[in-house]
């Protein structure tokens, strides 16, 4: 072990010497001279940031904030002057010191290059389905935290659903690239940098640009990985020149911007609990007597804490202030370039105990050793703590479903506090959020590394072969303790549940490791018109988690922390889990005459989560080509407004090797037979030894999804208006899903079988326009997708129920299986139409009870005169929306800039009953006030939106129904910001090339009719 510690040691040495050297590496003593000039752009407008070197040397600076530049070369020395878009000059000194230089546009190189599976590539030559985000503006100027919601809106076939649940430091969100295509992990594959990661480490604000690959053959050359789409992100790097130092800051006000509806006077929440009991037995005995509703109703506001009328949530949620900064320092000569990146993220929470710093920092360096050799490394790593309470903030929401308005959270001396009335449920008074946030104290420490080392070798022209080690860490300690506090009555002040005083320390470890090598070799070659380039490559990648959890009762004392502290009760567990990959892969580029594009590529993937075999190794090809129509001789005439047309076909398989998490191992090693731990009666002693618990399947092997793709990319009036529109059918086969059990096999679980298939089709549109009035420049991008999904092979007519969700051949992945509500039972009309079912069919309503007035009347949907569970029907298109859709607007105008980002979909709908919303009443629960405001009571004179309040137990007007299907469509004001960039004339002397002072909002406003 301490040999492979030193051998990764000598290697970060070597590089870095390597690096440093080379940087410092100047020319023999020469005559040298001073020059001295100036860049301008066609305009005469002068040009910062322009690369002068010494050609043939290390000798470089950049052009200034007003395009000027001095420098000490050789006196025959020829200088090169480069910016990126720009045509390169070079232009000899010899008999002159003063320069006036005009640097043009290059158009070649100002069309767009977009960052594809193991290279780049111009956009105009592409063949397949991939959208380019320019991250780093959207960073720049937005409070982005997480990658992934940063995502939201700016790209189509991308749909991110924010479900982190606003927890600092997990704040990542769920990313959905062209709808959900298996049963089981449908995460996107996220590369980075040339190596998998996780896009929640990254700093936002040292990304440059996001490439998403969305269809088979842009993303084939990841083979098994990229069933689910990919996600490349690319960090910024340094550049030729002078040191630059930048900074960006950022202070965001967080608040919870959608509460809940709830019922907060104490005396109206009594009088609705006491309205469910009566509903549910009319002979019952009130919870809530006359006099404790009058002594609230009387007492009003005037002592909160002895009579509290308490909405939660103004009590649990805060607006806290997150602080973002970003410093980064980049600069270079022609040899090395580096880019050295910190950043500090300090974010309170919106609630108590939730808090969230990070410390995390990043190194690219690229160093050309040789004409022929390039090194360089680009590592990040961060440490994270988060307070205990970012664990409890799910179980919070629980808990404060379990309280009421007549409990005052905490009192001015800090107490917490309980029911104050004693009618009500005592229990409940554990359920005080504000005691929940603070009932553990802890933290959750992580730390992580991750690292990637290459060497660029080109020993002759066109040929470049790229070997890498790639090397991730990640380090997570969870260190809890239970934290005494007593709760309350406040009315009668008096302790009404005493603390717990018993201590415990509780530790977990977990420890994720990949190793990740590869060497890839590119050739690019060209014959007459032919234009060519190959990819061939192989990578060998491997995963452990590991974990030990410990933990201990009775401390010594309420301070200590440590496990050694404690006296009794002392347990520990820890296990590890393991898989490895090996790859071999290529890809072919053919243009001819920049008309006809081929591209063909090929991944044969090997897993250790499949038996040795056949079964192990999957094999995933893919074709594409694409048409320049513009480029024909017969296009000539419309040359005048059409700027590019181009056609796009496609189609490949991808592989997915991630098995469904719990089945065995978590999936790793389903061919293999599972043991566990049982106990065993022998002569009469029970004996502990190990019992099968899941069988084996041998045959177990990839997943494949089949892609087909058909394009056409346009650019229209002086590149003015440009678009894109697409059509893609997806077909995932092999889905491994657990089949019915034999009884033969007891109570062992089989292992999952590849035996489903699901199919998605839709459209991707996107549509941009960029012009200029005078002084002023606008733009307008639109993007637009539309998804379908269908399971069509599952298991025959067997439905798979898992509650009210649906998986059935012919219907989208867990759709919504419910109950049909014809109308709310409000007339005497309606009871005939009750007596009338019954009439016809004594047992019409023998499955749920007879309904009366303030009940749902179900449909009859299969017309077998009986309302039961056969009645269920498929409602929606499961967690997935249809459609979604997003558009950016913005304006520049002298140094004033504006810009609105609208993001949304369409077509979600989904089941919303949950204990936050529905028409039961349970003493010591909060009511929702939106149902209570519509329930049918007697003598209501308005039509009743929803059913009366019955008490919990009574679940007639609870069943799986379509009532309670939302519609979870929204248009969002997703980021609205104004800035204003101050002249270089101002800036530049304080020795500022660029100042900019914004303001921003975040998730403004959501149009919606959700609830």
């Not at 969305?214 to 550049?239: C, E, H, Q, W």
């Not at 660029?456 to 991730?472: M, N």
């Not at 979604?884 to 949304?904: E, H, P, R």
């Not at 007639?956 to 009532?963: K, L, V, Y």
Request: glycine share 8%.
């Amino acid at each position: 072990m301490k040999r492979k510690q030193t051998l990764k040691i000598s290697l970060i040495v070597f590089l870095l010497t390597v690096f440093v050297g080379n940087a410092l590496a100047q020319p023999g003593a020469m005559p040298t001279k001073t020059i001295t000039g100036k860049v301008v752009d066609k305009t005469d407008e002068p040009i910062p940031g322009v690369s002068v070197s010494v050609k043939g040397t290390t000798i470089a600076t950049m052009t200034d904030i007003a395009g000027g530049f001095n420098l000490e070369v050789p006196e025959n020395a020829t200088i090169k002057i480069t910016l990126v878009g720009h045509t390169a000059q070079e232009i000899s000194v010899s008999g002159k010191d003063e320069f006036l230089i005009k640097l043009l546009e290059d158009d070649l190189q100002l069309e767009e290059v977009v960052v594809i599976g193991y290279g780049m590539q111009k956009k105009v030559n592409m063949t397949g389905a991939v959208s380019s985000v320019d991250f780093s503006k959207a960073a720049e100027s937005r409070p982005i935290t997480s990658i992934s919601a940063g995502l939201a809106g700016l790209s189509s076939g991308v749909y991110v659903n924010q479900s982190g649940g606003g927890r600092p430091g997990y704040e990542g969100a769920t990313i959905r690239i062209r709808g959900q295509g298996t049963l089981n992990n449908y995460d996107p594959l996220v590369i980075i940098d040339g190596t998998f990661g996780n896009m929640e480490d990254v700093n936002p604000q040292d990304v440059e640009s996001i490439s998403v690959l969305k269809d088979a053959a842009s993303s084939a050359i990841y083979g098994s990985r990229a069933a689910n789409g990919v996600i490349l992100i690319t960090t910024k790097r340094g550049k030729s020149g002078d040191a630059r130092i930048a900074y960006s800051g950022q202070f965001t006000a967080q608040s919870v911007s959608n509460k809940l509806n709830i019922v907060s006077d104490y005396a109206d929440y009594m009088e609705l609990v006491n309205e469910g009991y009566y509903n549910t037995n009319p002979t019952a005995v009130k919870p809530f007597s006359t006099a404790k509703i009058e002594e609230w109703r009387n007492a009003g506001s005037s002592d909160p804490e002895k009579y509290p009328n308490t909405d939660w949530q103004d009590e649990v949620f805060k607006t806290g202030w997150m602080q973002n900064h970003t410093l980064s320092i980049t600069g270079g000569n022609e040899k090395s370039k580096y880019l050295f990146s910190g950043n500090i993220l300090k974010n309170p929470g919106v609630m108590e105990n939730s808090e969230y710093e990070r410390f995390s920092a990043r190194v690219n360096v690229d160093s050309d050793v040789k004409k022929w050799l390039t090194v360089g490394i680009s590592a990040y790593g961060y440490a994270g703590k988060a307070d205990i309470g970012t664990e409890l903030m799910n179980t919070v929401y629980s808990f404060t479903l379990g309280s009421t308005p007549g409990m005052y959270l905490r009192s001015s001396d800090g107490r917490y506090g309980g029911m104050n009335n004693p009618e009500d449920e005592t229990q409940s008074a554990n359920n005080n959020p504000l005691y929940q946030l603070n009932i553990r104290k802890g933290h959750i420490k992580t730390n992580k590394i991750n690292s990637r080392f290459y060497a660029r070798f080109k020993p002759i022209q066109g040929l470049s072969i790229e070997p890498s080690y790639s090397y991730d860490f990640t380090d997570r300690f969870t260190y809890s303790q239970p934290v005494p506090l007593d709760i309350w009555n406040l009315y009668e002040n008096v302790i009404q549940q005493p603390a717990k005083t018993r201590t415990e320390v509780v530790n977990n470890n977990e420890k994720w490791y990949r190793y990740l090598a590869d060497v890839v070799a590119t050739y690019n070659f060209k014959v007459n018109k032919l234009d060519a380039t190959v990819v061939l490559g192989a990578s060998q990648e491997s995963y452990r988690k590991q974990w030990v959890y410990a933990s201990a009762k009775d401390l010594v004392s309420n301070s200590a922390t440590e496990l050694d502290a404690a006296s009794s009760e002392k347990t520990a567990s820890g296990n590890y889990r393991d898989w490895a990959m090996h790859s071999y892969f290529g890809r072919i580029n053919l243009a001819w005459d920049s008309k006809y594009l081929l591209e063909m590529n090929i991944r044969k993937d090997g897993s250790s989560r499949f038996k040795a075999g056949n079964t192990r190794w999957g094999v995933f090809p893919s074709f594409s080509a694409a048409w320049r129509i513009n480029e024909e001789n017969f296009m000539e005439n419309t040359m005048n407004w059409l700027d590019q047309l181009k056609l796009r076909a496609s189609w490949g398989t991808l592989g997915n090797n991630a098995m469904p998490a719990g089945s065995s191992y978590d999936g790793n090693y389903l061919h293999i037979p599972l043991y566990d731990k049982s106990n065993y009666p022998l002569n009469g002693d029970l004996q502990q030894g190990v019992a099968q618990i899941s069988l084996s399947n041998a045959l177990v092997t990839w997943e494949t999804a089949h892609s087909t793709n058909f394009g056409v990319d346009f650019t229209l009036l002086k590149q003015r208006l440009n678009g894109s529109f697409d059509y893609f059918i997806k077909t995932t086969k092999d889905i491994l899903i657990d089949l019915p059990a034999p009884l033969v096999h007891g109570t062992s679980k089989i292992p999952a079988t590849n035996a489903a298939t699901v199919r998605n089709n839709g459209i991707e549109l996107n549509l941009g326009w960029n012009d200029k009035i005078g002084d002023m420049k606008y733009s307008i991008g639109v993007n637009y997708t539309y998804v379908k999904n269908k399971v069509t092979k599952f298991k025959g007519d067997i439905k798979s129920i898992d509650n009210n969700r649906l998986l059935l051949e012919g219907h989208p992945i867990l759709a919504a299986y419910v109950l049909s509500v014809d109308r709310i039972i409000q007339t005497d009309e309606d009871l005939a139409l009750v007596q009338a079912m019954i009439d016809n069919e004594p047992n019409a309503f023998a499955a749920y009870g007879r309904p009366v007035k303030g009940d749902f009347l179900y449909k009859d949907t299969n017309s077998d005169g009986k309302i039961n569970d056969d009645d269920r029907n498929p409602v929606g298109n499961g967690p997935n929306p249809t459609s979604t859709y997003g558009a950016n607007i913005g304006v520049a105008w002298k140094g004033i800039d504006f810009s609105c980002l609208l993001q949304g979909i369409a077509g979600l709908k989904q089941y919303t009953l949950n204990t936050a919303f529905q028409p039961i009443i349970r003493k010591g629960w909060m009511i929702n006030k939106d149902i209570s405001d519509g329930r049918w009571y007697e003598g209501r004179t308005d039509v009743a939106t929803q059913p009366r309040f019955l008490v919990d137990g009574d679940s007639r007007n609870i069943r799986a129904s379509d009532h309670w299907i939302q519609d979870k469509s929204y248009m969002r004001v997703k980021n609205i910001q104004l800035g204003y960039t101050f002249p270089k004339k101002l800036t530049e002397k304080a020795m500022i090339q660029t100042l900019r002072i914004y303001s921003s909002i975040d998730n403004a406003l959501t149009f919606t009719k959700y609830k």
